[in-house]
Structures are given as C-alpha cells and as structure tokens.
C-alpha cells in the first residue's frame, strides 16, 4: 500500500489549495482515510477524516474552511482548503487504515492509522 500526496506550495493568507493523496494497492473506499499536519517544532496534529461509511470528521481549528473528499473511480483523497492563514503552515500528510472505528476520538489520533503518505509542504505567507 502506497500513498502519494501532493498539492502542497506557498500561498497568500486567504487563498485556497488543495492537497491530493493517491492510494496504490487497495481501493481507496475500503480504508478510512485522514490527513494530519505538523508545523515546525510542534507535534503531528489531526485535520480531517473520512470514515469507510463515508462520515467526516474535522478538527476545531479548519472546521468551516477546510473539506476532505475521496473519489473511489482515481482513488485519491483530497483535502480543499479555503481561508488559509499563517497558522496552517506546516507538512500535511495523509494516511489510512482498513479498521472500522465506532469511537469518534479513534479518527483524531494518529496511531489509528497505519500507512502514512510522504507529506506536502503548505506555507501561508501573511
């Protein structure tokens, strides 16, 4: 199983990017899918998630202004971010896990997955 994720680059706060995450291997439907970003000096935080029934998940902070999306017929998740601000500057990664979870706090927490794309650099210039 492989993830690739790209999309990353340097942008003015208010604009938008988004970060694609090709899947190899399996079908992207059969696994829960998720990004997660971590800034310089700060450990990898949860951003978004998107169960296997197809349910989202967002963390407080990009709740409104960010959108996780998956299209099975490419096999690749997105993630559409809007509004961006210095404070979303950091790698983001993608990653996956074929577990079906029923406790909500399972999509927040990194060790839930278990393949983990290479990462792509976001920086929001002020």
């Known amino acids: 199983v492989q993830l690739q994720a790209s999309g990353g680059g340097l942008v003015q706060a208010g604009e938008s990017l988004r970060l694609s995450c090709r899947r190899s291997?399996?079908?992207?439907?059969?696994?829960?899918m998720g990004w997660f970003r971590q800034a310089p000096g700060k450990e990898r935080d949860f951003v978004a998630a998107?169960?296997?029934?197809?349910?989202?998940y967002y963390a407080d902070s990009v709740q409104g202004r960010f959108t996780i999306s998956r299209d099975n017929s490419k096999n690749t998740l997105y993630l559409q971010m809007n509004g961006l601000t210095p404070e979303d500057t950091a790698i983001y990664y993608c990653?996956?896990?074929?577990?079906?979870?029923?406790?909500?706090?399972?999509?927040?927490?990194?060790?839930?997955?278990?393949?983990w794309g290479q990462g792509t650099l976001v920086t929001v210039s002020s």
């Open positions: 990653a996956g896990s074929p577990r079906i979870y029923t406790r909500r706090s399972s999509y927040y927490q990194s060790s839930s997955y278990d393949s």
């Open positions: 998107v169960a296997r029934s197809g349910g989202e």
């Open positions: 291997g399996h079908p992207l439907d059969s696994n829960t």
